[in-house]
């Protein structure tokens, strides 16, 4: 029988490699600096923790996680569950683990007083839109995501161009 529970520091050390697995699925791992120790301080140990995480177990295994943090002030004075990642092995696709771990992620929200769940996903991830699509999500037509790399952003702090941005953090 498969579980879904938040997760706990004891986690940790399963918990790393799904999110490792999501670094390599969405081409990130490159850049992936998630740690142990990261997730031990900034998960478990600080108050208020910078991230949450749900679970999905199965005999001592886990087997998806979905990551997600709350935005405690919007527009309609009401918090918002922004998802993060969502992330099951593909030994254990198929069996509705991604679904059971996104319907957890949705009662949160709504014990939490929520009136939103948003997240974001890769224009490339067919797949991934089709199964959020069938959960009842629709892509956003009005907003467009934009970001600042670690290049723009210092440049952009340091009041210069984005031209004389530096490459990368040391």
């Known amino acids: 029988m498969t579980t879904i529970r938040h997760a706990t520091e004891h986690d940790i050390p399963r918990l790393l490699p799904l999110m490792r697995g999501l670094a390599v699925f969405e081409q990130y791992i490159d850049v992936f600096a998630v740690t142990e120790d990261v997730l031990l301080q900034q998960g478990f140990r600080q108050a208020p923790p910078d991230f949450h995480a749900l679970v999905a177990e199965r005999g001592g295994e886990l087997l998806g996680t979905l990551v997600y943090y709350v935005i405690p002030f919007t527009a309609t004075a009401r918090p918002t569950l922004y998802m993060k990642e969502l992330y099951v092995r593909d030994d254990a ?64 702090a340091a009041g210069q161009d984005a031209e004389m941005a530096p490459v990368g953090p040391d």
């Open 93 to 156: 696709r198929g069996q509705q683990l991604g679904e059971r771990l996104m319907r957890a992620a949705a009662e949160e929200a709504v014990r939490r007083g929520c009136d939103a769940m948003k997240w974001a996903v890769a224009e490339w991830n067919t797949s991934g839109r089709r199964f959020y699509e069938r959960l009842g999500a629709h892509a956003n037509p009005v907003w467009v995501d934009y970001g600042l790399d670690w290049g723009a952003l210092t440049a952009l």
